[in-house]
């Protein structure tokens, strides 16, 4: 089992930025691939940014290519979203997921926290 507490979301301006983070515990974290997702209100959960065992790899929704960075630190079980120059449209609950293998469908990941809501306002 692998438990995941996702923080750092809340309300920001577009153009900001905010840092989300997840703390995970449980069986060994750093086996895990670490990812990403997000659901706004009526929409399915997308993939936003996953990251491999050891951080050398990672790879990013289109949408958010070149404005978000995710990074790990296994030596403290933590995984990072860094979101710069956020949209309207970067509005929703950001779920932290983990899975034994690389992939960008929900389905693939085994391990979810309980989200946390960025809000992007005008």
């Known amino acids: 089992q692998v438990q995941l507490v996702e923080s750092g979301g809340g309300l920001v301006q577009a153009g900001g930025s905010l840092r989300l983070s997840c703390a995970a515990s449980g069986r060994t974290f750093s086996n895990n691939v670490m990812a990403w997702f997000r659901q706004a209100p009526g929409n399915e959960r997308e993939f936003v940014a996953a990251i491999g065992w050891m951080g050398s790899s990672s790879f990013y929704a289109d949408s958010v290519k070149g404005r978000f960075t995710i990074s790990r630190d296994n030596a403290k079980n933590m995984v990072f979203l860094q979101m710069n120059s956020l949209k309207l449209e970067d509005t929703a609950v950001y779920y932290c997921?983990?899975?034994?293998?690389?992939?960008?469908?929900?389905?693939?990941?085994?391990?979810w926290g309980q989200g946390t809501q960025v809000t992007v306002s005008s």
């Open positions: 997921a983990a899975s034994s293998v690389w992939g960008r469908q929900a389905a693939t990941y085994d391990y």
